[in-house]
């Protein structure tokens, strides 16, 4: 009983505190029938404040603190074919293409690489989104709004405890919007935001926290390579600590996964102006699927659509 009860506490530890690499992992085990969420966002200034909301008073923000594990939105989508970083005009050739006679193995091989499905790449802006790119245009037409962000991406389709947060920054016109935000489902999709509304001063900063960030698809490359040596440490430790007699429950998750924490990197910067922050959305909501959701603030706002593929 003792046995069992440890195996099913560490497999919830494992499973409720994955890290941006087993997340991957993870993924690469069901990627055949993963669910996959895409989201369409927007964040968006409001100019026009009403005479009420300037006289709310809001409390004063503490140090933004970033969560454990992020994944970064890629504004580059991912190429079939990768770009040239530079063409030389003697290096111009006529490939030599290689001929493939229609076998019954051949074509056999061919229906094959015919079926297999092809998944999007995730965590990266979808290009030619030219329904998001006209709310934009619109928006930023309009006396009384300023899209400060917009992105659409796929991401996988998971629990709360078991999704790892997307980071967003972008700055426009001396006000910056950032933070996290983290889109899941259980029963039904949620949304949970922290972003920041933040204005440029006439202070100059020497150093600026930077958040420790993961490529998703760097990290799905890793997972599935050969080369990839990363050890199993769940076996290693049910071989080793559940055969030890004597164990410390309370120090348990300790043992199976050390505080992988990471401090926020401090980096350098030259001739950078800082940033103020000004407000907060910091809100966990319930979405309805398939359509535009507004998160509200009289000063800016969060404009989300999340769909189930």
């Given at each position: 009983m003792l046995l069992s009860f440890l195996i099913s506490l560490v497999f919830k530890v494992l499973v409720f505190s994955l890290t941006p690499a087993e997340f991957a992992k993870e993924f690469t085990s069901k990627a055949e029938g993963a669910e996959l969420l895409k989201i369409d966002l927007l964040i968006i200034q409001n100019l026009s404040i009403d005479e009420i909301d300037l006289q709310e008073k809001f409390k004063d923000l503490e140090e933004y603190v970033f969560s454990k594990h992020l994944f970064e939105l890629s504004e580059e989508t991912t190429k079939l074919v990768p770009?040239?970083?530079?063409?030389?005009?003697?290096?111009?050739?006529?490939?030599?293409?290689?001929?493939?006679?229609?076998?019954?193995?051949?074509?056999?091989?061919?229906?094959?690489?015919?079926?297999?499905?092809?998944?999007?790449?995730?965590?990266?802006?979808?290009?030619?989104?030219?329904?998001?790119?006209?709310?934009?245009?619109?928006?930023?037409?309009?006396?009384?709004?300023?899209?400060?962000?917009?992105?659409?991406?796929?991401?996988?389709?998971?629990?709360?405890?078991?999704?790892?947060?997307?980071?967003?920054?972008?700055?426009?016109?001396?006000?910056?919007?950032?933070?996290?935000?983290?889109?899941?489902?259980?029963?039904?999709?949620?949304?949970?935001?922290?972003?920041?509304?933040?204005?440029?001063?006439?202070?100059?900063?020497?150093?600026?926290?930077?958040?420790?960030?993961?490529?998703?698809?760097?990290?799905?490359?890793?997972?599935?390579?050969?080369?990839?040596?990363?050890?199993?440490?769940?076996?290693?430790?049910?071989d080793t600590i559940f055969n030890t007699v004597k164990v410390n429950l309370g120090n348990l998750s300790n043992f199976i996964i050390p505080n992988r924490f990471i401090e926020p990197v401090i980096v350098e910067v030259k001739d950078e102006y800082e940033y103020k922050d000004l407000y907060e959305i910091k809100k966990e909501t319930k979405l309805n699927q398939d359509f535009f959701n507004f998160i509200d603030h009289p000063y800016f706002s969060i404009l989300i659509r999340v769909q189930e593929y």
């Open positions: 770009s040239p970083k530079s063409i030389v005009r003697e290096e111009f050739f006529t490939p030599n293409l290689k001929t493939l006679s229609l076998t019954s193995e051949n074509e056999e091989k061919q229906k094959e690489y015919q079926q297999k499905k092809v998944l999007p790449y995730l965590y990266e802006r979808i290009p030619f989104q030219q329904e998001i790119l006209d709310m934009k245009d619109n928006l930023d037409r309009s006396r009384d709004f300023r899209v400060l962000y917009y992105n659409s991406w796929y991401q996988p389709s998971e629990r709360k405890d078991t999704t790892i947060p997307v980071y967003l920054e972008a700055e426009k016109k001396g006000k910056k919007v950032y933070g996290e935000l983290k889109v899941y489902k259980e029963r039904f999709l949620h949304l949970n935001s922290n972003i920041r509304l933040a204005e440029k001063t006439e202070v100059l900063v020497n150093e600026k926290v930077k958040p420790n960030l993961s490529n998703f698809q760097t990290l799905l490359n890793l997972s599935t390579s050969e080369e990839d040596k990363i050890i199993d440490e769940n076996s290693y430790w049910v």
